[in-house]
């Protein structure tokens, strides 16, 4: 699983430095290593941009996986850089912003956006495959979810858009539902697609997320 993320635009991120004049740069060797937005290359590039801008980068790192727990003891590696910032610009996913902040008694600030969590199909190619949403209905799918495959997350079927197999959002993608009618077929479960699914209940998955196990 890969957490996909997308760099914000440079104005935003700039807007976000303005009060700091001396900055640290983290990135990630996992996830935003493979998607191109937090590797050596991309803390490279924002270290030189922002450099053109005036600000002065006390440092940067690629933590091997930003959102473990070893992200402390990368961390302290780098005290001395990170104690002469007044902010760290951290280029991970929001669990590695989160992760750093824990450590980190100084402004910490997401140069990405987190878009999703997928499954790379083939290298480079990502693909969501849940959206978490608390009510899982892939048993009556052939495990193809509709939320996140189906560009309106339709759960009771195709819209009148279907075209030829394809989606009406997007012609180069096929429809969520034919995916899910041939396997259904495939398995001899067509009854599937008569059953009524009641509308999403977003209530349901809880806010804040906590799951204790006694
Ligand atoms: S229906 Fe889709 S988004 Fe919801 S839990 Fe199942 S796989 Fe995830
Ligand atoms: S054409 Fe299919 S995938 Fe596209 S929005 Fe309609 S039901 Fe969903």
Request: aromatic share 6%; glycine share 8%.
């Amino acid at each position: 699983m890969k957490s996909i993320t997308r760099q914000k635009p440079f104005e935003e991120i700039q807007e976000q430095l303005e009060p700091f004049d001396r900055i640290f740069i983290a990135g990630c060797g996992t996830c935003a290593t493979l998607t191109e937005t937090g590797g050596v290359d991309q803390v490279r590039e924002m270290s030189d941009q922002l450099n053109e801008l005036g600000k002065r980068i006390s440092g940067t790192t690629v933590i091997p996986t930003a959102c473990d727990e070893m992200t402390s003891e990368v961390m302290k590696e780098h005290n001395r850089a990170i104690g002469d910032a007044n902010c760290i610009l951290v280029m991970s996913c929001a669990l590695g912003v989160h992760r750093i902040s824990l450590y980190i008694d100084k402004p910490v600030i997401p140069a990405l956006d987190t878009l999703f969590i997928a499954v790379e199909d083939t290298p480079g190619n990502f693909h969501e495959v849940c959206a978490q949403c608390g009510q899982c209905v892939l048993g009556e799918t052939a495990g193809i979810c509709p939320i996140t495959t189906c560009h309106k997350g339709l759960v009771n079927g195709p819209c009148g858009g279907t075209n030829d197999g394809k989606c009406e959002i997007d012609r180069e993608k096929d429809c969520a539902w034919t995916l899910i009618y041939n396997r259904l077929k495939e398995q001899n479960r067509l009854y599937l697609m008569k059953k009524y699914n009641p509308p999403h209940n977003f209530q349901v998955t809880p806010r804040p997320g906590v799951l204790k196990i006694s």
